[in-house]
């Protein structure tokens, strides 16, 4: 009997008792906290994420002004804010005669344009039903749409504005905030907090800085493509088309409308080689440039950059799609240092380390 106690305890020694992990408790209440705040407060969440990055972009410029020899970090920002509205200032004066003209005849052209398309409708009887001019209620609901798109305008405007401030007040002095957030978590985890923190604003710097290159390839080549297509106003389609590349997809779309309907006035021809010239350019920079930029930047796989854009546009619109690959890293660098380092004790997928 004592020999067969022994050989269960040296088995019992040899074979623990697997007792249930306590991670996925953890995990589910972290992931039920997480879908919570997001439905209360997800647009909010995403203006902050916003202001975040405008206050990154310009604590970056900030910080290289004082490695130059400014001392003060107050009048260093304002260098680098009266800089930018500087920059912006000469460019719109050296560019603002053409643009002006070509904005003005852009405005004089679409209803043109737009009667045209309505005359080819005409045509056929499918066309002629389509644009079946509206009666008494469907111009109600015209009304009513219009307003309707007049308050998101206005909204969306103003969500602008409080990233710009948000992004100039962190910039300014970003120890109350980053510190605050800091005392909030315990002092074991203080030191890794500030660890991923620094990892996370490195890649969203170089997110940016590949946001802002993808935005330049797209316009110069939207540009060219409907100067080469005797396309009116190539310049300001351009420049138009660059912007919204910021916003993956939709903004691709919403800068076609104007071009395409410039060009159904030279001919259905020339309107089908925009329609080629603008997918082609958006494809490639959706698909190939922006992802293949992104994964060398922030270490963020392509599948995994699409994948977020789709998702974050549907829980949240515009701004989700425009912040996808943004929170998607930030999400991945959390993982691998917190989950995968710490908790797994396991080699990263991506870089950890703050580069110097």
């Not at 609901?141 to 308050?151: E, F, K």
């Not at 943004?326 to 990263?348: K, Q």
Request: with cysteine; proline share 6%; hydrophobic share 55%.
């Amino acid at each position: 009997m004592p020999i067969d106690l022994a050989r269960a305890d040296a088995g019992r020694r040899q074979h623990p008792e697997v007792r249930p992990s306590s991670r996925a408790p953890k995990l589910a209440v972290a992931a039920v906290i997480v879908v919570a705040i997001w439905w209360l407060a997800g647009e909010v969440l995403l203006v902050l994420g916003a202001g975040v990055l405008a206050a990154i972009a310009l604590s970056a410029a900030t910080s290289f002004l004082m490695d130059l020899g400014v001392r003060r970090r107050g009048a260093a920002l304002a260098i680098v804010v009266l800089t930018l509205v500087l920059v912006v200032g000469v460019t719109a004066w050296l560019l603002a005669p053409e643009i002006s003209a070509q904005t003005d005849e852009l405005l004089q052209q679409l209803p043109k344009a737009w009667e045209s398309v309505l005359a080819s409708l005409r045509r056929t009887e499918w066309g002629r039903a389509l644009a079946h001019p509206p009666q008494v209620e469907e111009s109600i609901a015209v009304v009513s749409n219009a307003t309707g798109l007049l308050a998101i305008v206005l909204h969306n405007v103003a969500l602008f504005a409080i990233v710009v401030f948000v992004g100039l007040y962190v910039a300014a002095d970003p120890a109350p905030y980053f510190g605050g957030l800091r005392r909030v978590l315990p002092p074991r985890r203080r030191r890794r907090a500030t660890e991923v923190a620094q990892v996370v604003e490195q890649a969203l710097r170089r997110w940016l800085l590949s946001r802002i290159v993808a935005m330049v390839i797209v316009g110069s080549v939207t540009a060219l493509g409907l100067w080469l297509l005797n396309v009116q106003l190539a310049l300001t389609l351009g420049l138009l088309s660059g912007l919204l590349t910021f916003i993956p997809y939709l903004g691709a779309i919403v800068s076609l409308v104007p071009a395409l309907l410039l060009a159904l006035t030279q001919g259905t021809l020339c309107a089908a080689y925009v329609v080629l010239l603008y997918v082609g350019v958006h494809v490639l920079e959706g698909y190939l440039v922006t992802p293949l930029i992104e994964q060398k930047a922030v270490q963020l796989p392509p599948a995994l950059s699409i994948a977020s854009q789709v998702i974050l546009w549907t829980l949240a619109g515009p701004w989700g799609l425009a912040l996808a690959s943004p929170i998607a890293a930030t999400l991945l660098i959390a993982v691998n240092m917190l989950y995968i380092e710490d908790e797994l004790e396991e080699t990263p997928a991506v870089p950890t380390e703050v580069e110097g």
